[in-house]
């Protein structure tokens, strides 16, 4: 049986690119991308990384993998930006994570292979947003159309318009 309380090892990532979008500032940011509808975005690839990007051209969604660098602590129970009463962090998507790492999907416009840009819609991620990891979105493994979402069922709806504040810095 292992030891819960001390982690068995610490991990080291290094960006694969970084996250362009016209979100300067984290207040005012929508909280989901489909709260970012039509916003558009580049992602800049780094040199060693673009081999990668073969093939990628045939996707209408990727998944963003990012490290949310602008958070500097974490708690474990966050009053979300959809409700008002205190949740645990891991049934929330709130940024002040044990890991700070975020997850968006997004849509794929345009894959530049040489320039090692890609032109990428909903986006909902601070410009400079270090790039941990891209993965094709595939609907038939990655969708589950009417499972249980807990607490959010009764407010998701709400993510469209909701803009995030300074909650989390």
């Given at each position: 049986?292992?030891?819960?309380?001390?982690?068995?090892?610490?991990?080291t990532?290094?960006?694969?690119?970084?996250i362009?979008?016209?979100f300067?500032?984290?207040?005012?940011?929508?909280?989901?991308?489909?709260?970012?509808?039509?916003t558009?975005?580049t992602i800049?690839?780094?040199?060693?990384?673009?081999?990668?990007?073969?093939d990628l051209?045939?996707?209408e969604?990727?998944?963003?993998?990012?490290?949310?660098?602008?958070?500097?602590?974490h708690?474990?129970?966050?009053?979300?930006?959809l409700?008002?009463?205190?949740?645990?962090?891991?049934?929330?998507?709130?940024?002040?994570?044990?890991n700070?790492?975020g997850l968006?999907?997004?849509?794929?416009l345009?894959?530049?292979?040489?320039?090692?840009?890609?032109?990428?819609?909903?986006?909902?991620?601070?410009?400079?947003?270090?790039?941990?990891?891209?993965?094709?979105?595939?609907?038939?493994?990655?969708?589950?159309?009417?499972?249980?979402?807990?607490?959010?069922?009764?407010?998701?709806k709400?993510?469209?318009?909701?803009?995030?504040?300074?909650?989390?810095?």
């Amino acid at each position: 049986m292992h030891d819960t309380q001390d982690p068995p090892a610490t991990f080291t990532y290094a960006p694969v690119g970084t996250i362009h979008s016209p979100f300067r500032d984290i207040a005012g940011m929508p909280i989901q991308p489909n709260g970012a509808r039509g916003t558009q975005g580049t992602i800049e690839i780094f040199a060693r990384y673009r081999e990668g990007l073969l093939d990628l051209s045939g996707f209408e969604r990727v998944i963003l993998i990012y490290a949310l660098h602008k958070c500097v602590d974490h708690n474990l129970t966050v009053k979300p930006f959809l409700d008002t009463t205190p949740r645990g962090i891991f049934a929330t998507r709130s940024p002040k994570r044990p890991n700070a790492i975020g997850l968006s999907v997004v849509r794929l416009l345009a894959v530049d292979m040489a320039g090692g840009t890609l032109t990428i819609e909903d986006v909902d991620v601070l410009d400079g947003t270090p790039l941990l990891d891209l993965k094709p979105y595939v609907p038939v493994f990655d969708a589950y159309p009417g499972s249980r979402c807990g607490w959010l069922e009764s407010v998701c709806k709400n993510a469209e318009t909701t803009r995030s504040d300074d909650r989390f810095r």
